[in-house]
């Protein structure tokens, strides 16, 4: 019998259509002539869903009593009878209840299958096993129905069913997929916009990665060992050493410059620990991946170029980064050719980029002033005539006639020449010496002797130490001059460096000191103002301490080997730069202590303009009630005499209230305001606050949660909060609509949140709203002090929570205050266990 075939529809959450497009895929199998049948379907009451199912053929369920609970679930030996092409088996992850054939609806799918029937399943992201603890901690919920990702993955197909996120929020407000009832607590907790944008790209993720493993087992099985560029995947190889940084932001941007590319960093450690690289730089370097996007992976190999090869290969890489060889030539004609040549050589088809740096070689320095000649050409020059001039001897004594001695000098001497181009004064000497030498005991008679018998002999070997001691000063002086250049060149470098750091203004100090310590080879560079270290660079080490005047500001502390009087004329203008950036910091500073006091005079001018305004009218209301009340000769109705003292009290009421409003502003300003603490029950809060404000069913619609446990705050200070919340939503709310009150719970955090259907405030200008002084749409602060939301964004600081702004789906404005949830009360101790004694 023929196994039937899986097809799988993933969604990253509920709502996006994976029902609805399942049995519309059903009707298309049935229009085609296949026998379909509906095994189990879930509509969750979604009209939409119900409706599609149309005439397709419904399997009926089978019902299981668990605990005097009535559950359906389908009936698998029903469908194995009916024995269909095609089964439509809705939420692959579903628990069954107790006494089914299987506990999960997965393994009553693997049974289908086994029958040679086909399936069309459903399952969302948050089931996929290896995702549940990811999907837990995006959205704080668990997962306990799971999927095995075996399950999916032996799944003939595979389809995401994808839904932009807001789209999703819309057709959850709209009631598409939950009950009204639901709507809200969804929106705030599982619906949340990061949520769904996250599950999305989770979803997706998954897919691509499932798609990838498919295509490398398809060229396994084939034998197909090279690399399909199906998606950019670029290797950078690191080594622990300083270049990291550098290599990885390179390879990164080379990943970025294709749709979907992926950049994987890996550290080749050797089996003998040679080339470990420093544990603190490769963390660096790893976060730094993985802040990129990147992941990390760590090999074991003794040959470093393979086991680079090796991995990028079995990674499908298609490109591979690596940093320029740190060895001078020297090292590479002693030890052979280095990790870059033999990974050119091994590369195949991979692309591989060698990237230069900054560490390169022993690392930026300023070339030194003393010698001429580098330490490693001086050790090659007596390489060299140690080397050459004995297999140049071996080769001429088997030829060697009287006629020819001329012919042997002459490559006698070119030895010497090259060797002083090479080394030197010191290896052209000694090659000299070496080659007169070997000249008079293998090639002059007597040979195998070292006779000179003739005076003209003796000046011939004077004059062939002479010719190269002059090749080798030639050579000495050229060295010379392209080391000032070279110094010359990098002086000039690093005071464009150090110039441009004071320019940007970029933490000058520290980029100088950083630089002038990497530059002249210290151990510690430091600016001292006083007591205060401005900017420091390196650690504490032993060496010789110098300091520079840097201005009357500052001195420039430097430690390590002693300066030579080169380095101290170039350190003066390193000084120079010191007190400039001092300068330019003291002016930052003097401009920081400056934006305040502007600031101040704004809020002084807008405060001013609005308590001029708010102030004005109550109390000209209050002056002309009870100036009316004594006016003499005037006799006042009762009404009349009520009318103007209710007027008057209202009018200093107000004015009472505008001078707590100020007082409590500058509170939390100041971050003065008194918060007492404690475990309070949020319905009892939104109740009293709805008392305050007068306000009925009529105008507010409540939505509180049971389950909402207690959090921690202030009452009183919770309560004014929620004042001024209503009081704001029902001001912008369109006649006719309410006012929604909704509480619940979220990792943690308890959420009230106010929701009005009113014209809603664009999303670059919700920080405004909570600025003191300031109102929306307002061109002054003529209208108002607009202190309400201001002071509900302080209190709810002030109790350790937040207060943000959200749409309203469908038009409007949803303040959200977030608090913290209560601890749960510790268990009670048990009672003690009281032991009576026998009395006998």
Known sequence: MTRGRLRVLLGAAPGVGKTFTMLEEGARLRDEGKDVVVAVVETHGRAATAARLGDLEVVPRERHVHRGVELDEMDLEAVLARAPQVALVDELAHSNAPGSRHDKRWRDVQALLDAGISVLSTVNVQHVESLADVVEQITGAAQHETVPDAVLRAAEQIEVVDLAPQALRDRLAAGDVYPAARVDAALSNYFRLGNLTALRELALLWLADEVDSALRAYRVEHGIDVAWEARERVVVALTGGAEGETLIRRAARIAARSAGGELIAVHVSTPDGLRQGAPGALAAQRALVEKLGGSYHQVVGSDVPRALVDFAKGADASQLVIGVSRRGRLGSLVTGPGIGATVIRESGQLDVHIVTHSAAGRGWSLPKLGGALSRSRVVTGFVLAAVVGPLLTWLLAGHRTEDGIAGTVLLFQLLVVVVAVTGGVWPALFAALLSGVTLDLFFIAPIYSVTIAEPLHLLALVLYVLNAAIVSWVVDQAARRSRSAARALAETELLATVSGSVLRGQDALQALVARTREAFGLT???????????????????????????????????????????????????????????????????????????????????????????????????????????????????????????????????????????????????????????????????????????????????????????????????????????????????????????????????????????????????????????????????????????LSKGFTEAMGGTLTMDDTPGGGLTAVVSLPEAPAPAPAPAPPLLIQEDPS
Do not use: C, K, Y
């Open 524 to 790: 510690r560079v430091r600016v001292l103002s006083g007591d205060e270290v401005l900017g420091d660079s390196g650690d504490a080490g032993v060496g010789d301490v110098s300091r520079l005047p840097a201005g009357e500001r500052g001195v420039l502390e430097l430690t390590g080997e002693p300066l030579q009087a080169g380095d101290r004329r170039l350190l003066a203008v390193v000084a120079a730069q010191v007190e400039a950036a001092l300068e330019h910091s003291a002016l930052t500073r003097t401009a920081g202590q400056v934006a305040p006091l502007a600031e101040v005079d704004r809020m002084r001018s807008a405060l001013l303009a609005a308590v001029g305004h708010d102030l004005r009218r109550p109390l000209a209301a209050a002056t002309a009630s009870v100036s009316g009340l004594r006016q003499p000769g005037v006799e006042w109705s009762d009404a009349d005499r009520d009318e103007l003292l209710a007027t008057a009290w209202e009018s200093l009421e107000s004015l009472s209230t505008l001078v707590t409003n100020l007082l409590d502003v500058s509170r939390v300003q100041a971050g003065a305001l008194a918060v007492s603490a404690a475990v309070v029950d949020v319905d009892d809060v939104v109740l009293g606050a709805l008392d305050e404000l007068g306000l009925g069913p009529a105008d507010v619609e409540l939505a509180l949660r049971a389950s909402v446990p207690p959090v921690v705050a202030d009452a009183v200070l919770l309560q004014r909060v929620l004042v001024n919340l209503l009081d704001n939503a029902l001001r912008h709310s369109p006649d006719g609509t309410l006012v929604r009150i909704s509480t619940s719970g979220f990792a943690g955090r308890v959420e009230v949140r106010v929701v009005d259907r009113g014209p809603g405030v664009p999303p670059e200008r919700r920080d405004e709203i909570t600025v003191a002084f300031q109102r929306l749409g307002d061109t002054d602060n003529s209208t108002g002090l607009g202190l309400g939301l201001a």
